[in-house]
């Protein structure tokens, strides 16, 4: 019923930054979290950031500070501040609804020289 879509991916050098967005399409009532994970090839996914129909937000401890993430009823954006080449991964845009958890098709950032 929802689908969702990353955009803002691409390639930083270390320090640098990147905006990420993702936009939900067809039955986007009531996403009560959207937020992002993030995976490397060979790990399990990681919880990256999520943040309610309320604004109450959530960060892995390791990124506070350095990743923002915000939304309105139908989109949900990261800023990425001061990139690191650990953070290269694939991120994946994620949205909850009547206990169903939707995915984006992810979106690669590469942080590296």
């Known amino acids: 019923q929802v689908r969702l879509q990353e955009s803002g991916g691409g390639l930083a050098q270390p320090g640098g930054s990147l905006r990420l967005s993702c936009a939900a399409s067809?039955?986007?009532?009531?996403?009560?979290?959207m937020g992002w994970y993030r995976q490397v090839p060979g790990h399990q996914r990681e919880f990256v950031a999520r943040?309610?129909?309320?604004?109450n937000a959530n960060y892995a401890d390791s990124l506070k500070g350095r990743f923002t993430v915000s939304r309105d009823s139908t989109n949900v954006y990261l800023q990425m501040d001061n990139l690191r080449p650990e953070d290269t991964a694939v991120y994946y845009c994620?949205?909850?609804?009547?206990?169903?958890?939707?995915w984006g098709q992810g979106a690669q950032v590469t942080v590296s020289l």
């Open positions: 994620h949205a909850v609804k009547r206990d169903i958890t939707y």
């Open positions: 067809g039955m986007t009532f009531g996403l009560q979290f």
């Open positions: 943040i309610s129909r309320g604004g």
